[in-house]
RNA sequence: CGGGGAGUAGCGCAGUUGGGAGCGCACUUGAUUUGGGAUCAAGGGGUCAGGAGUUCAAGUCUCCUCUCCCCGACCA
């Protein structure tokens, strides 16, 4: 390719609404130009970086037997009621009417389409386990994309699926999957990727883990404990929290005018927010109410209050329906409330003395709360007592007891357990050995294929800019013409072009008539590994230079040495990124 | 969904009390340059997001709509 006819233009000022590293270099470079929100195209060089990715992604599915094949982005309603995700997947799920009136959907992922053609092709043991994957566009309407190409609505994934003949299998199966993505994950030249126990959320099934490429910028935060090995998403991770145990005083009301949050009640009072009590009301999909006690210095984890009430979806209630409880909104807890209120009580509530909570009385809280004197659970049929607080960097690890520390990450893949729930949605019935019939389970495994890229970038840059691992570059060589008005410098460089081109090499011309410096900032910017450079200078010696872009070493070798040496010095680049 | 901000040339932006549509980069042509974002000269490029209104006159004032970005997503 010769960069005065790329598609694809440089840019020297950063776009204005790029916040990542990763979004400002990949549109400065001339890989990414943005359509809608959430929404992109990608130019020929960010097109065939993915490429790169897909094939490595390909290669290591096929080594665990996947088969690929492609599934349907558009696809009827009916699919996804037979498993209830068309009512419980609110607004991400874009819905829209074809010419007939006939409701459809973008496909967010392909259990529903997998099941559909499993009900047909499945019929023995004797065909499982088996493996399907696809490299394909899903289209997820999310509330606020950011981070550019990291968390967009339209985006290709590779997403394969397994049918098992029992969970033993689908467990072995499992670590496969789990040991191919750490090979793609090298290969493409990620290093800090860590495996977190996870939030298997809207697919359903229990065990899941997340691949997160630990960077500052990630969305994610990852809980982990250095001396177990305890890693997991903060949304399951969970902690031993302190309690502070001292004996219980007379529960006394007391006057709170106008002070309804937890930081006004805590500042009026003089006391610290552990000694308080927050209470939340959350509605779930059914419109069901249910006010949640927990400790004022601690945050609600929605991820495991959904699990606790068994919905995939929780707002929070409106004013209204807080009143209907018969709590005052401000001055709440379960003091007073209707006795059959769904009411959950986080145990750093339970575990706490002399804690100050709401009164349900407008403008009042009681001092000197406690969870088991105070309250005859008794009486409250739908009251529980759970552990559901969000954890905290330093709180106790629940394995070991060590400090827990927190950091941020990229989630770049996922894989999980999902059991019969879909082969009994879609009824899609085997023959075991004996000929009875059972569903088999099923296992799922996605990657998402712009956001690895985008991760590599935000993994692998410099002030400059891109800096590709060889494994996934667009192009392994950038030949860098200088002077290129000097008749000798056009014509050795064009002659190199070839010459490399047909030694099978991915080549790159700076074919434009510009100054050094600029293009040496263009070279430097799009990040191929390997640059050439031809000058006058050089070309009077018979010489050429190779500049490695990771470490800007340059060497200067002889002109009928290049071949040769361009050619090891690739092919030993190549076997760092080799699984 | 709530709050805030923005929309003027391909990109980044200025545009004062209502009267000329501009600057830098990019692009085209010519000349001089060519080992780290050159210089000079001459050019091309506009639905000022869209619509309605006020006015002799609107990028600028009013209303509506659209789009994009950021923050919050909650603690009562």
């Given at each position: 390719?010769?960069?005065?006819?790329?598609?694809?233009?440089?840019?020297?000022?950063?776009?204005?609404?790029?916040?990542?590293?990763?979004?400002?270099?990949?549109?400065?470079?001339?890989?990414?130009?943005?359509?809608?929100?959430?929404?992109?195209?990608?130019?020929?060089?960010?097109?065939?970086?993915?490429?790169?990715?897909?094939?490595?992604?390909?290669?290591?599915?096929?080594?665990?037997?996947?088969?690929?094949?492609?599934?349907?982005?558009?696809?009827?309603?009916?699919?996804?009621?037979?498993?209830?995700?068309?009512?419980?997947?609110?607004?991400?799920?874009?819905?829209?009417?074809?010419?007939?009136?006939?409701?459809?959907?973008?496909?967010?992922?392909?259990?529903?389409?997998?099941?559909?053609?499993?009900?047909?092709?499945?019929?023995?043991?004797?065909?499982?386990?088996?493996?399907?994957?696809?490299?394909?566009?899903?289209?997820?309407?999310?509330?606020?994309?950011?981070?550019?190409?990291?968390?967009?609505?339209?985006?290709?994934?590779?997403?394969?699926?397994?049918?098992?003949?029992?969970?033993?299998?689908?467990?072995?199966?499992?670590?496969?999957?789990?040991?191919?993505?750490?090979?793609?994950?090298?290969?493409?030249?990620?290093?800090?990727?860590?495996?977190?126990?996870?939030?298997?959320?809207?697919?359903?099934?229990?065990?899941?883990?997340?691949?997160?490429?630990?960077?500052?910028?990630?969305?994610?935060?990852?809980?982990?404990?250095?001396?177990?090995?305890?890693?997991?998403?903060?949304?399951?991770?969970?902690?031993?929290?302190?309690?502070?145990?001292?004996?219980?005083?007379?529960?006394?009301?007391?006057?709170?005018?106008?002070?309804?949050?937890?930081?006004?009640?805590?500042?009026?009072?003089?006391?610290?927010?552990?000694?308080?009590?927050?209470?939340?009301?959350?509605?779930?999909?059914?419109?069901?109410?249910?006010?949640?006690?927990?400790?004022?210095?601690?945050?609600?984890?929605?991820?495991?209050?959904?699990?606790?009430?068994?919905?995939?979806?929780?707002?929070?209630?409106?004013?209204?329906?807080?009143?209907?409880?018969?709590?005052?909104?401000?001055?709440?807890?379960?003091?007073?409330?209707?006795?059959?209120?769904?009411?959950?009580?986080?145990?750093?509530?339970?575990?706490?003395?002399?804690?100050?909570?709401?009164?349900?009385?407008?403008?009042?809280?009681?001092?000197?709360?406690?969870?088991?004197?105070?309250?005859?659970?008794?009486?409250?049929?739908?009251?529980?007592?759970?552990?559901?607080?969000?954890?905290?960097?330093?709180?106790?690890?629940?394995?070991?007891?060590?400090?827990?520390?927190?950091?941020?990450?990229?989630?770049?893949?996922?894989?999980?357990?999902?059991?019969?729930?879909?082969?009994?949605?879609?009824?899609?019935?085997?023959?075991?050995?004996?000929?009875?019939?059972?569903?088999?389970?099923?296992?799922?495994?996605?990657?998402?294929?712009?956001?690895?890229?985008?991760?590599?970038?935000?993994?692998?840059?410099?002030?400059?800019?891109?800096?590709?691992?060889?494994?996934?570059?667009?192009?392994?060589?950038?030949?860098?013409?200088?002077?290129?008005?000097?008749?000798d410098v056009y014509e050795k460089a064009n002659k190199l072009y070839k010459e490399l081109i047909e030694n099978s090499f991915e080549v790159l011309l700076d074919d434009r008539e510009e100054s050094a410096g600029v293009?040496?900032?263009?070279?430097?910017?799009?990040?191929?590994?390997?640059?050439?450079?031809?000058?006058?200078?050089?070309?009077?010696?018979?010489?050429?230079?190779?500049?490695?872009?990771?470490?800007?070493?340059?060497?200067?070798?002889?002109?009928?040495?290049?071949?040769?040496?361009?050619?090891?010095?690739?092919?030993?680049?190549?076997?760092?990124?080799?699984?």
């Amino acid at each position: 390719m010769k960069l005065q006819n790329l598609f694809g233009t440089r840019i020297k000022e950063d776009p204005k609404d790029a916040e990542l590293i990763s979004h400002k270099l990949l549109v400065r470079a001339g890989y990414l130009r943005q359509n809608a929100t959430g929404i992109y195209s990608y130019l020929p060089l960010l097109q065939r970086v993915l490429l790169k990715i897909t094939e490595i992604i390909r290669e290591e599915m096929n080594a665990i037997d996947g088969q690929e094949i492609l599934m349907p982005l558009t696809q009827p309603k009916e699919m996804w009621e037979k498993t209830g995700r068309y009512q419980s997947i609110k607004e991400e799920l874009l819905r829209f009417s074809d010419r007939w009136d006939k409701e459809m959907v973008l496909a967010m992922t392909h259990e529903e389409a997998v099941s559909f053609l499993a009900k047909t092709e499945l019929s023995s043991y004797k065909q499982l386990p088996i493996m399907v994957y696809q490299i394909q566009l899903k289209f997820r309407d999310e509330p606020r994309c950011r981070g550019g190409i990291i968390r967009v609505r339209e985006f290709t994934m590779k997403d394969g699926y397994s049918f098992h003949k029992d969970e033993e299998c689908l467990k072995k199966y499992y670590d496969s999957v789990y040991e191919a993505y750490e090979k793609i994950f090298k290969r493409v030249g990620l290093r800090k990727v860590i495996a977190v126990q996870a939030d298997p959320g809207m697919m359903g099934g229990r065990i899941s883990h997340e691949f997160m490429l630990l960077v500052p910028s990630g969305e994610d935060t990852i809980v982990y404990c250095d001396s177990c090995g305890y890693k997991a998403n903060k949304e399951v991770a969970t902690s031993k929290i302190e309690s502070f145990k001292e004996e219980m005083k007379q529960l006394q009301l007391i006057e709170t005018p106008e002070k309804k949050s937890i930081e006004e009640v805590a500042n009026f009072l003089k006391i610290a927010k552990n000694k308080t009590v927050k209470a939340v009301f959350y509605a779930d999909d059914k419109d069901k109410v249910y006010l949640i006690l927990i400790r004022g210095d601690r945050e609600v984890n929605e991820t495991r209050l959904k699990k606790l009430i068994n919905s995939i979806y929780l707002r929070f209630a409106e004013e209204k329906e807080i009143l209907e409880t018969g709590a005052v909104p401000g001055y709440a807890s379960c003091l007073g409330v209707k006795k059959d209120l769904n009411i959950f009580i986080d145990n750093t509530v339970v575990e706490s003395n002399n804690l100050v909570a709401g009164a349900n009385k407008e403008g009042y809280h009681y001092l000197n709360f406690n969870f088991a004197r105070d309250v005859d659970t008794k009486s409250y049929p739908n009251l529980r007592i759970e552990s559901f607080a969000e954890v905290l960097e330093g709180d106790l690890c629940p394995q070991c007891g060590s400090h827990l520390s927190v950091t941020r990450g990229i989630e770049i893949g996922n894989i999980f357990q999902l059991g019969d729930k879909y082969t009994k949605s879609y009824d899609i019935k085997v023959l075991d050995e004996n000929g009875k019939v059972f569903y088999p389970v099923m296992g799922c495994y996605g990657i998402g294929v712009g956001r690895l890229a985008g991760s590599i970038v935000e993994e692998s840059n410099d002030d400059s800019g891109i800096i590709w691992p060889i494994s996934v570059a667009p192009f392994e060589i950038h030949i860098v013409a200088l002077n290129q008005k000097n008749k000798d410098v056009y014509e050795k460089a064009n002659k190199l072009y070839k010459e490399l081109i047909e030694n099978s090499f991915e080549v790159l011309l700076d074919d434009r008539e510009e100054s050094a410096g600029v293009k040496f900032a263009d070279a430097d910017l799009i990040g191929i590994p390997f640059q050439v450079i031809v000058s006058p200078k050089l070309i009077e010696r018979k010489q050429i230079e190779i500049k490695i872009r990771k470490t800007s070493e340059k060497i200067i070798v002889d002109e009928e040495k290049l071949l040769e040496t361009l050619g090891s010095m690739i092919q030993k680049e190549y076997l760092n990124y080799q699984s």
